[in-house]
Each structure stands twice: as C-alpha cells, then as structure tokens.
C-alpha cells in the first residue's frame, strides 16, 4: 500500500507537465477513493454524469438515488453520504437569500455541517452594502466556498421552462424569474370557462411539509403557500420589490435603512374552508395580522420547526403607526421627501386619520393602518423577504386558537396538532384561514385543490379570473408530459429537458423558456470523521468535474454556473474542469 501512495505522489508530480490525458491515466494508478453520492430520481440524469466523471478521476462510486423528496431529505438526515446533489432556487431574488440559508453557520438547509466564520463574515457584511459594493463581496465569498475551500461543487442553473396548450391559453401568462406562479391573473382564452372549468396542473410532491409558512420552504407548498396566503410585498417578473398584487398600497424606506413602512388596503378578507368550499369569512386583513405574522417569523421559538428564521431574524420591530405626523416628518431613502408622499402616490383617497383597529379601516374615506417594520441594521434586502411565501399573512386568532394548545418547546408530533399541519388537514381538518387569492380546498393522495377567496380584492385587477385550480400529484417528468399531452392536465408548471422537444414538435403546445434563479450543485458532508472533511479530497471532486457535459446532455437549455449567486451577480468567477488539479489534489490527501 505504501508503494502505491508514493507511486501516487511521483505520478502527481510529474503531472503538473503533462496533459489532461496523461493526468487521467496516472490517476488510475493511484489508489481510488470511494464516494457515496446521494440525490433524487428526479436527477438521475444529473447523477450519471457525476458518477461517470468521478470514475474518471479515480473515484469509486456509490449512488444513493431516492424517489422522492421526502424520502431523500430522510437520507440527507442520516448522514450516510459524502455528496449531496441538490440545489437552491432563490425565490425573493436577492444574493443574500441564495447563501444565507445554505451556507451560513446557522442555516436552517446547511445539511453539510458547514461552520466556517470567514463565510459567516462575508455574508453578513455584502448584507449591509448597496449592489454596487456586495459584488466584491459575494465575488469573494465565491472564491471562498469554491476555490479555497471546495465546500460546493457547481454544476449548472437551470431555464425556468412551462408547458402551456395554446388551445385553452395564451403563451403570454406571466413567467416571473424568482416568485411563484401568479395565479389570480391565470385566464383562459375562453373566459367563459373561467367560471366553469377547474384549471388542472401537476407538482411532483405529494406530501407537503407544512401548510404554516415559517415551517416550511421547499418545493413541495412554495407554490401553494405563495398564493394562498397574501404579502405586504411582491416581487416583479424581474425581481424588483413592487407593491402591485400585495396587502400594500405602496411602502417607503426612511433614512437610514432601518425603518420600512407599509400603506395597507382594506380589500382583502379572509377565507376558510367549509364542505369543501371556500367562504369569505367576513375578516379584514389588517395591521394587526401583520404585525402578528412578523413577529412570530422573527421568533425562532414560535413553532416547534421554524424553517425560515434566518430570514427574518432582522426584523427588530413591527408595530402599527398611528401618529399621521410621523409619516409627514420621516424622510424618504430615495426622494429625499416626507414618505408621506411615497405611501399616497397614486391612492384614490389621501390620508385623514391612521388607526390601530381593522374593523375601523375605511380607505375611501381616508381612514388607514400603516405598519412599520425596524430592522436591526441597515438591511433593504429584507423587502425581498417580505416578498417570499414564509412572510404571508396569517389571521392571528386562527393560529393562536391551535398553536396556544401545546408548548412549542414539548411539541409531540404524534399527539399535537399546530396551525398548518398537512396530517391534520389531508384527514378533513381543513382549519386553516387563508388571505390570498386563492383558498385550498382539500387535498388527498392524488391531488390538492384551491378555490378562489370570495373576498379578495373584488372588483380589481387582481380579483382571481379562473375560480378552480387543481394540482394532480405526478411523481416523474415522462408521465406528467403524457398526462400534459394527453390533455389530462392544462400546464406543466415545470418542463424536463428531456421533454421539451416532444412538447416544441407540436402546434397545440409551447414550452415558455426564460431564465431562472435555480442552481443546481453538490455540497460535501463536513462531518467529523467523513474523510471528505479534507480539502484536498473535496478538490479531487471539485476539478473532476466538466460542465460542459451537463450542458451538453441536457441540449443548452442549461447554463453554467459558480454558485447559488451566479443568477443573481455577475462576479466573473468561472469553473473550469482540470484533471491534473484533480490528480495533484487526490494524491497529496492519499499521502496524509
């Protein structure tokens, strides 16, 4: 054995002067290093490539492939695995949410045990700086996490591609980059069917995390949560925080950085569930289910598995402004004017009194709530979370009423039942009280249905147009595409690449394509005693690895990719493969 380590070390060396060919075959002379590798069937694809060029570089392989999420997440959990091949999509379209909760220390998704206080720093200063500086920043938080350390290998971002039939809808529905699907704006050509035909689509996901927005956030109720629960923010098709389609009529940033402030409308009420039919509960949502909602997301002891507390663990203070004064005397960040002026552009009525009370809103008559938000530092990317689904609005009462029965610090998944809990409403406990356009109805083995909220915003633009949506569960792309071309279902909300030239060869369909912010990358498990804790052995893989072959397979409806920033800032870093790196890097581990 140790002829082979210091044949390992002589052929590394003389590497440095041969080509990638001579590199290759003198790392099948060294000893070769087993890699169990663990992801979903989803990716198989994805996982090919990753075994067929790691056995290049002189790695044995093993696969763990799950069928499911919810089975793979279970694998993750054990930690029986040296790669994990995942990814990230940044839905509220901001940097700091593409690292913050993957990479930091104290991420809720860092899954890889990853605790290195230089990234820690790093992501925490490019949150306090304007664009125009964070891009040094995240640029060198990049060569972090890739070049020095190789605590991630990136693979490619994916196209946000959906199928629609042009027979029942326009090819120009709204394809934002990092939201959700906006579904109140989803209409058929024959709009007289908006009334009459359920709307039918597909998510791969049959089990869904939570229907709480704080304890979930993933691909199995992003969607969902995003439209059944309303935001004080939205985010535009190209990421821009906007206040079209939110609870707000406009919101303002004061001096400073550290004061947010939120004009709300009074339009807005909020649904429940009963017979399976969704009713207008007669409920305003108001200032004080805002501040409610913020402060428990804020709190990372308000529910027993808080998902998304890093995001909204800047928030310092929410509270309900009622001194109209205030709002004459704050300045605006951007127009060096009163934000008095910022929050009434454009409003039918201006403001004549400011109240703490829901029941007394009354828009027309001048009369609104204003909530302000403080957060610990200058942090203006905190409106890109209060864009995302974990920051939608939910009715105070309705979630005390159930989360007021256990303590959160003895919870018993088994015996209690807290707001959101998908068991609870799959068996018919449907108690959830929902504020955006749309309510869901039920939801079985097969399928989870929504119906519009009669009480949302009526008699506007954003008042939902097709009344029944209906997501069928189909766990692979194949069957989805022939469900899809079969007319079984209306819209493939996601499109394989496998798929889309059979779907492109036909008149009755088109594949929108535009970009995303979805990486797709592999972290190492940094566990103490995993023999990938060394960063020689992380770079042996990191430099095995061609992009271009990903890109290749999957037809350039991919793209390259350094990070989870890469879709977002333009930092320049490039990955390139490099056998001989990879070789080097293999033998000086082999020779510890």
């Keep these: ?196 035909r359920p709307f039918v689509m597909t998510q791969t996901s049959s089990s869904l995390t939570s229907l709480d927005p704080i304890q979930a956030n993933d691909g199995s109720i992003n969607q969902l949560s995003s439209n059944i629960n309303i935001r004080i923010v939205n985010l535009t098709d190209e990421d821009v925080v906007e206040a079209k389609g939110s609870l707000s009529h406009n919101f303002a940033i004061a001096e400073g950085n550290t004061e947010y402030y939120f004009l709300l409308r009074d339009d807005v009420n909020f649904a429940k569930v009963e017979d399976k039919e969704a009713v207008d509960t007669g409920e305003r949502v ?97 409106l890109n979370y209060l864009a995302h689904q974990s920051a939608g609005i939910l009715n105070a009462e309705q979630v005390s009423s159930l989360n007021s029965k256990f303590d959160v610090s003895n919870y018993d998944a088994t015996k209690d039942v807290g707001y959101g809990d998908f068991n609870a409403i799959k ?5 959830l009280w929902m504020s955006g356009p749309y309510a869901l109805t039920y939801v079985n083995d097969y399928e989870v249905a929504f119906e519009k909220n009669p009480g949302y915003m009526p008699d506007t633009f954003h008042e939902p147009r097709i009344e029944d949506i209906v997501i069928k569960f189909i766990k692979d792309d194949t069957s989805a595409t022939s469900a899809f071309r079969s007319e079984e279902i209306d819209f493939l909300p996601a499109v394989s690449v496998t798929q889309v030239e059979v779907l492109d060869a036909s008149d009755k369909f088109e594949v929108m394509k535009r970009s995303s912010n979805a990486v797709t990358y592999a972290t190492f498990n940094l566990a103490d005693g995993n023999k990938f804790a060394d960063a020689d052995l992380r770079k042996a893989v990191l430099y095995a690895i061609d992009q271009q072959a990903f890109i290749a397979v999957k037809k350039n409806l991919v793209n390259p990719a350094f990070s989870t920033i890469s879709t977002l800032v333009d930092t320049g870093n490039i990955h390139k493969v490099d056998l001989e790196k990879s070789a080097k890097h293999m033998a000086a581990y082999q020779a510890k």
């Excluded at 060569?143 to 490619?156: F, G, I, K, Q």
Aim: charged fraction near 25%; hydrophobic fraction near 35%.
């Design 1 to 196: 054995m140790k002829k082979k380590l210091w044949a390992s070390l002589i052929l590394a060396t003389m590497a440095m002067g041969l080509s990638a060919c001579s590199s290759e075959s003198e790392s099948n002379d060294a000893a070769k290093e087993t890699i169990r590798i663990v992801g979903m069937s989803s990716n198989e694809i994805d996982l090919n490539i990753l075994a067929d060029q790691l056995k290049k570089a002189n790695f044995d392989v093993e696969i763990n492939m799950q069928p499911d999420y919810s089975s793979y997440s279970a694998a993750v959990d054990t930690g029986d695995w040296d790669l994990n091949l995942t990814g990230w999509t940044t839905v509220t379209g901001n940097p700091d949410y593409a690292v913050r909760d993957v990479f930091a220390t104290w991420g809720a998704y860092n899954n890889q045990g990853l605790s290195d206080p230089v990234v820690d720093a790093l992501i925490e200063q490019a949150s306090t700086e304007t664009p125009d500086k964070y891009v040094l920043t995240y640029a060198e938080l990049e060569n972090v996490l890739v070049n020095e350390n190789a605590y991630m290998v990136p693979l490619y971002s994916s196209l946000r591609m959906q199928g629609v039939n042009t027979e029942l809808m326009e090819p120009t529905m709204r394809q934002p980059k990092s939201r959700s699907a906006v579904w109140e704006e989803w209409t058929y050509i024959d709009e007289s069917l908006n009334e009459t």
């Design 286 to 382: 108001g200032a004080e289910d805002v501040v409610f909602t913020m402060n428990r997301a804020k709190d990372k002891d308000s529910v027993p598995v808080h998902k998304t507390y890093v995001l909204h663990s800047h928030m310092k203070e929410i509270s309900i402004v009622t001194d109209l004064n205030e709002l004459s005397t704050t300045i605006d960040s951007s127009t060096g004017k009163p934000i008095l002026e910022t929050l009434t552009a454009g409003v039918d009525t201006e403001i004549a009194k400011l109240t703490d009370d829901k029941t007394k809103v009354d828009n027309a008559a001048g009369v609104y709530q204003v909530v302000k938000i403080e957060t610990t530092n200058p942090f203006p990317q905190v």
């Design 427 to 431: 068996s018919g406990d449907n108690h």
